[in-house]
């Protein structure tokens, strides 16, 4: 490795932070039987858009030799922290074709544009890659690599461990598209625009998003916009989230009769099973929800 750390590790651990849930299991996934060892930044119970660092996620950021972020604009409390460690930083999202962010009814993506202008000009990739189970594939060949770098010893550990790895992802796949095939899906609005991967890959097509800028309340133009498609769609169905207030859905039900589930974008469990187990879950709120009689 090209660097100049004299920073000795006596155990020969490997130090790797994860920024958010998924990329904690994919990891934990690929580490099982070396010692290394794994922290994640953002709890599953925050939004991975609006969560800031605290002073001891900053001081295992510090420490760590491996600083494995999603990338495509996700990671912006991290922009100044990684500023010097650009080394130790792995991007999972490397190689990921990207899905540009939805403009919605036309209004209210001021504050995200700003927030992910340093991605790129003009286009604003929308983050959410992992929610692809063909994606998160390519992640964990991208975190396999930077470990086999950083850790030769572990090589052969970390690249059977990712094969494993690649053949549970296909299999979760293939298991989600039958479970959503057998379903009657009726039109249905998410709620922050997380699932664009996912509606892709198993062919969803949601009515809208409901907040553009997630955690924020929709403009009033883009709420009167909602609220006419629940009736010109016939939407049955709204998702909330467990990291985003649900309030607004009060607004829909002065006018409207709809079942609400729950999708969750990043996952709760942190542990290797974290990304199948959130996986699953969203599937199973598809099947509550629209389970033919
Ligand atoms: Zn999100």
């Not at 540009?100 to 000009?121: F, K, P, V, Y």
């Amino acid at each position: 490795m090209i660097g100049c750390e004299n920073r000795q590790n006596k155990k020969n651990e490997l130090q790797i932070v994860t920024s958010i849930p998924p990329l904690f299991s994919l990891t934990a996934n690929i580490i099982e039987g070396t010692p290394a060892r794994l922290t994640n930044l953002v709890p599953g119970n925050a939004s991975e858009h609006s969560w800031q660092m605290t002073s001891s996620s900053a001081a295992n950021v510090e420490k760590a030799d491996l600083i494995i972020i999603n990338g495509a604009g996700l990671e912006t409390y991290l922009e100044d922290f990684l500023k010097d460690k650009k080394e130790k930083m792995v991007v999972a999202s490397e190689g990921v074709k990207l899905i540009t962010i939805t403009s919605g009814g036309g209004s209210g993506t001021d504050d995200r544009e700003e927030r992910t202008s340093a991605s790129g000009d003009g286009v604003i990739p929308n983050p959410h890659i992992w929610l692809d189970p063909a994606n998160a594939k390519i992640m964990a060949k991208n975190i396999s690599q930077a470990l086999e770098k950083k850790d030769p010893t572990h090589e052969t550990v970390y690249q059977k461990n990712t094969e494993n790895l690649i053949a549970k992802l296909d299999e979760l796949s293939a298991e989600i598209q039958t479970r959503l095939d057998a379903l009657s899906i009726e039109p249905f609005m998410e709620f922050h625009d997380a699932y664009p991967y996912f509606d892709r890959a198993f062919g969803l097509k949601p009515a809208a998003v409901i907040e553009l800028t997630p955690g924020e309340t929709p403009s009033p133009k883009y709420l009167q916009y909602l609220l006419n498609l629940m009736e010109e769609k016939s939407v049955r169905a709204i998702f909330t989230e467990p990291q985003l207030s649900p309030k607004i859905l009060d607004l829909f039900r002065e006018s409207y009769d709809f079942k609400v589930d729950e999708l969750d974008p990043v996952g709760q469990e942190l542990s290797s099973d974290g990304y199948f187990i959130m996986m699953r879950k969203n599937a199973e709120a598809f099947e509550r929800t629209f389970k033919k009689t």
